[in-house]
């Protein structure tokens, strides 16, 4: 959101291949591309959505062809990774820097503010849920709580998707007005832009691809905004400015079984574990038995809370928690019945695990 520019002003559609009317430094938009992934490539970075057997829809960055909506800056990243691409449509549009004032104001505060200062609070937050307040539906709904003898015209003005009724003469409805009544009310028009919340994903997958093969060191984790590797980063990548990395901890060794489920021992001796969705601790060495094909499922429980609008109560439930190494971003490999690594899926052009 600071340094780089982002769609804007009037979209054209273009149908074919694009880079014969126009040199493709200047093509800025949003692409239906034909890829072909390089065979050798040990972290892919091209992103797309798969049918994982027994996991359900899941993003994943795979080898082989397929073919998927891009944006430009993307596919020139790709290009030198050694991926292809076969144009077919897509839409350009006219760029700008738009937020780079906006972002270095609120940073400044942010910086200059103790984390006890609501003012500290307020400016992260301003900043963080900026580019997704530009990827949000513009099907914005209402919420009201009426009398049933008001809930029929309801339905008659307005699109109904959710009647809770209360048991009591209430019901609570969740509505929005319809297409043709809305057309012209532009005061309750969202400001929305998909195309900038798009290329700002876009962008931070770009710079998290410096890091994701990169012969310098050996890549054992990565995230949104992390990476979990063998030596310390060189020192340009590292520093409390805005955009650079930060070194969280130094660990002894680790494992690493799914995505958001890693623990390890640290530097300083002291065990951590982080399994997503699961509140209590888990052990180091529960997790690291997981690498063992022979048992690679843990049993762990929880307690959980569930509200009932209808009763007015909230109540605790005791519930199983199973955790195992998965399948849902690449494909695990075992040599002696040990987890040792994991390799990239490789699709087809139906996107297809084959």
Partial sequence: MLNHK?????????DGDITKIM?????????????TAPNNLEHPILQTKLKI??????????????????????????MDYGYTFKFIKGYTFDKANIFKEYVEELYELKVNSSKDDPMYLIAKLLMNSLYGR??????????????DSQVAELHEKYEVSDAFSFDNGKSMITYQDRIENDIMDTDNKLNISIGIAASITAYARIVMSKFKNNSEYNLYYSDTDSIIIDKPLDNKYVGKDIGLMKLENRLN?????????????????KEFTKVKGFKNNVKYEELKSLLDKDNNSLKLDQDKWFRSLENGTITISNQLYTLRATENKRKLVYVDNKL??????????DKKIV
């Fill in 23 to 35: 040199s493709w430094e200047k093509i800025f938009g949003f692409i239906q591309v034909e890829i």
């Fill in 53 to 78: 057997p027994e996991a359900g829809m899941r993003t994943v960055a795979p080898l082989g062809k397929w073919t998927d909506w891009l944006f430009s800056e993307e596919i020139k990243n790709a």
């Fill in 134 to 147: 530009f990827g949000m539906a513009d099907d914005s709904e209402s919420h009201v709580i009426v009398d």
């Fill in 6 to 14: 982002l769609p804007i002003g009037e979209i054209n559609f273009f």
């Fill in 340 to 349: 040792i690594k994991t390799i990239p899926f490789i699709i087809n052009s």
């Fill in 253 to 269: 060794e680790g494992v690493f079984i799914a995505p958001k489920v890693y623990g390890g021992i640290l530097a300083d001796g």
